[in-house]
């Protein structure tokens, strides 16, 4: 592990290194970011959003959070999907988790965890939506592994919910949301291939927060 020292000689040699190789690297990075892609993952630090995903500084942003979790009422992740649907104009919003999620282990364990208690408890709200499905999987780690694709889903399901992503959508045919899971055992991620068309339409009766009644169907993308 390196040291508090080690941090910034490794930070000194990352600016030596890229500024070798292109030295208009740091004029590039003080310019206005205009990334892609909104991605919202883990906090666990096996998990890098840049580096699994192969791109460089200013083409991702980022929010990460204990079991990538959508919560509503979070003003700190309602602030990054505002910030990046609305003025950054990010055409893809990525949720994605990871097996062996420690978040979603402790989740379902009969264990008092204190303050991670109401947290952790929307993954046990993943758990109840699905219990049926879940609860035939004999086998516990396969278990947790489709507990993690089902709690990527839903907070898909919450990330289209937001009525930045719905106006967004309507006006211009994006965001795309998209479901994705890192496999730590193989380093490859894996895209659950939701079809975020139908998960608006499912949702449109309740959630609708566009103004519009038939916003799905108005939509750029879909006509």
Request: aromatic residues 10%; hydrophobic residues 40%.
């Amino acid at each position: 592990m390196p040291t508090y020292d080690d941090i910034f000689n490794n930070n000194r040699k990352w600016v030596e290194t890229h500024t070798a190789s292109n030295p208009a690297f740091l004029e590039a990075l003080i310019s206005d970011q205009q990334p892609d892609y909104l991605y919202i993952g883990c906090s666990d630090s096996r998990v890098t959003a840049e580096d699994l995903m192969g791109v460089k500084p200013g083409e991702v942003f980022v929010h990460r959070n204990i079991a990538n979790l959508v919560n509503n009422i979070d003003l700190n992740a309602m602030s990054v999907i505002e910030y990046a649907v609305r003025y950054l104009n990010v055409k893809h919003i990525v949720v994605c988790g990871h097996y062996g999620c420690g978040g979603v282990k402790h989740a379902m364990q009969a264990k008092d965890l204190g303050l991670l208690n109401p947290w952790l408890r929307n993954i046990r709200d993943v758990y109840r939506l699905h219990y049926s499905e879940l609860d035939a999987i004999e086998d516990t780690a396969a278990r947790y592994d489709r507990l993690v694709e089902l709690n990527v889903q839903e907070q898909c399901v919450n990330v289209a919910k937001t009525a930045v992503v719905q106006q967004m959508y309507l006006e211009k045919g994006y965001p795309t949301v998209h479901g994705w899971v890192f496999d730590l055992k193989s380093g490859l991620l894996k895209d659950l291939n939701l079809d975020f068309e139908h998960i608006l339409r499912d949702i449109q009766k309740i959630y609708d927060l566009s103004a519009d009644s038939q916003w799905v169907e108005n939509s750029p993308k879909l006509s």
